[in-house]
């Protein structure tokens, strides 16, 4: 279990960790700034950021959370859709993805540290078959 520190926020529905993670996904530069779970939801905070010389498309709000063995996929309505589109070199966005589910229980008793944000394939890239962006969210040591 992970002890509350300053940069977390909690409260008997919400609990908010900041996590200010980055991962590199060339040409992706991303950001988990926070998560924040309450029952039924989780909301993820992130920027992204084409390191490239060339326009990409990425879209992370049809992406998928993965929270134990259950996987639940963007809600494309309270997501930020400015996350999903066409990124121009060296152009940089920021948003929350919202996850919904009837799944209430696991959710509101979710740790960062068994959450996995599996978003979508990065298109313009050199690969013919790019793969997906998929994050482990654990809380650094």
Same mark, same amino acid.
């Given at each position: 279990?992970?002890?509350?520190?300053?940069?977390?926020?909690?409260?008997?529905?919400?609990r908010t960790?900041?996590?200010?993670?980055i991962?590199?996904e060339?040409?992706?530069y991303l950001?988990?700034n926070e998560?924040s779970?309450?029952?039924?939801?989780?909301?993820?905070?992130?920027?992204?950021?084409n390191?490239?010389?060339r326009? !990409? =498309?990425?879209?992370p709000? +049809?992406?998928?959370?993965?929270?134990g063995?259950t996987?639940?996929?963007?809600?494309l309505? /309270? %997501?930020?859709?400015n996350?999903?589109?066409?990124f121009?070199?060296?152009?940089?966005?920021?948003?929350?993805?919202?996850?919904?589910?009837?799944l209430?229980s696991?959710?509101?008793s979710a740790?960062?540290?068994? !959450? =996995?944000?599996?978003?979508? +394939?990065?298109?313009g890239?050199?690969s013919?078959?790019?793969?997906?962006?998929?994050?482990? /969210? %654990?809380?650094?040591?």
């Amino acid at each position: 279990m992970m002890a509350v520190t300053d940069a977390e926020e909690q409260s008997p529905d919400r609990r908010t960790t900041v996590l200010n993670k980055i991962f590199q996904e060339e040409p992706l530069y991303l950001a988990i700034n926070e998560v924040s779970v309450k029952p039924g939801e989780v909301a993820i905070a992130i920027s992204v950021e084409n390191r490239s010389e060339r326009r !990409i =498309r990425f879209y992370p709000s +049809q992406g998928r959370l993965r929270v134990g063995t259950t996987e639940i996929e963007a809600n494309l309505f /309270l %997501s930020d859709l400015n996350l999903s589109r066409s990124f121009a070199p060296d152009e940089k966005r920021s948003g929350a993805l919202v996850f919904k589910s009837h799944l209430s229980s696991e959710l509101s008793s979710a740790q960062p540290n068994n !959450i =996995r944000l599996i978003l979508g +394939q990065v298109i313009g890239i050199e690969s013919s078959n790019p793969g997906y962006v998929d994050i482990p /969210l %654990s809380p650094a040591p």
